[in-house]
């Protein structure tokens, strides 16, 4: 199948929508509402070149963020709720969100990057290719939840440079209660694999900046270490211990989850150091962590401004 096919073929499937596992089969065309809300047009809150996520995303201009509407995962803890948890924004089709990608490489930015594309892909892809045409040249990177179907991350095969998935859950328990999303550890294991077989378990780097390659992001929740380090376990067993780990520690509870039981405070320095040293200890070679030393002075961060 040509990337052409592949585009049509995902745009095919909003009339029956299982983007995502969480396989809702509604016509998105028709404006049947699934679990995350959104129609069959980009909903995009902004586009930003963004100085916050890893070094050789970020690198010196920038990544080129674009931050879409809602997500299919909607935790109760999300950093970034105000976006994530919102189905309101401007809507876009395939042609104006290509331009939005031609204006972040015209700014300077090292890629374009859309925040939580799952529910959006096919019209994503679309302008992708629309803007490839017209000469966008910087890598596409894919910046996801981690919640997604291995058959949609296989037609992407092709399209996209940099692969930068959460793996949030080990524990099937946490994802449940914390993302009402059954089956995540088995589902996002499955597309992780499938994304580092399309790119490799190498970050390539030219100038300090990612030109190809994966970033597995994991945020330390306070009190579930196990959780944590069974994320660790299965990257290590069924994926590898050379791709990178962004291992994030900024949590802070947002006002809907101030007076849970769990998630009501940040995470410790013992409790962060708890995870990273277990990464150590598997054989991790390419870990991103965070300095530690502020983690009880730092403002509000939101879910992806983890390094600044
Ligand atoms: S993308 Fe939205 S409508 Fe489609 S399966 Fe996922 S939650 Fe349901």
Redesign the pocket.
């Known amino acids: 199948m040509d990337l052409e096919d592949k585009v049509s073929r995902l745009k095919e499937i909003y009339k029956d929508?299982?983007?995502?596992?969480?396989?809702?089969?509604?016509d998105?065309t028709k404006g049947e509402?699934?679990?995350?809300?959104?129609p069959d047009r980009i909903v995009m809150d902004c586009a930003v070149a963004h100085h916050g996520e890893e070094p050789p995303l970020s690198g010196r201009n920038g990544a080129g963020t674009i931050f879409l509407s809602s997500c299919?995962l909607r935790c109760i803890y999300c950093q970034n709720y105000q976006i994530s948890h919102s189905v309101t924004g401007q809507e876009l089709d395939a042609r104006q969100l290509a331009d939005v990608m031609l204006d972040l490489q015209k700014r300077g930015c090292h890629n374009v990057e859309p925040v939580t594309p799952?529910?959006q892909t096919p019209l994503i892809m679309e302008a992708l290719q629309l803007a490839r045409a017209d000469g966008l040249t910087i890598p596409f990177v894919y910046n996801c939840g981690g919640y997604e179907?291995p058959e949609i991350i296989k037609l992407l095969d092709g399209m996209v440079e940099i692969y930068l998935p959460d793996f949030k859950y080990g524990l099937e328990e946490d994802s449940v209660m914390f993302s009402s999303a059954p089956g995540y550890p088995r589902f996002a294991l499955d597309s992780i694999k499938e994304m580092v077989r399309q790119v490799g378990d190498d970050l390539v780097l030219k100038d300090g900046v990612a030109r190809k390659g994966v970033i597995i992001r994991h945020l330390v929740l306070p009190g579930r270490i196990e959780n944590s380090k069974e994320v660790l376990r299965l990257i290590q067993k069924e994926i590898s211990t050379y791709v990178f780990l962004s291992l994030m520690s900024q949590y802070t509870p947002i006002a809907g989850v101030r007076n849970h039981p769990i998630l009501n405070r940040r995470i410790t320095r013992d409790e962060y150091e708890q995870v990273t040293d277990y990464a150590l200890d598997l054989g991790f070679d390419n870990i991103f962590i965070q300095d530690v030393s502020d983690l009880a002075l730092t403002p509000d961060f939101d879910r992806d401004h983890p390094f600044e």
């Open positions: 929508c299982v983007l995502c596992p969480r396989h809702c089969h509604v998105r509402p699934g679990y995350c809300r959104l299919n799952t529910s179907n």
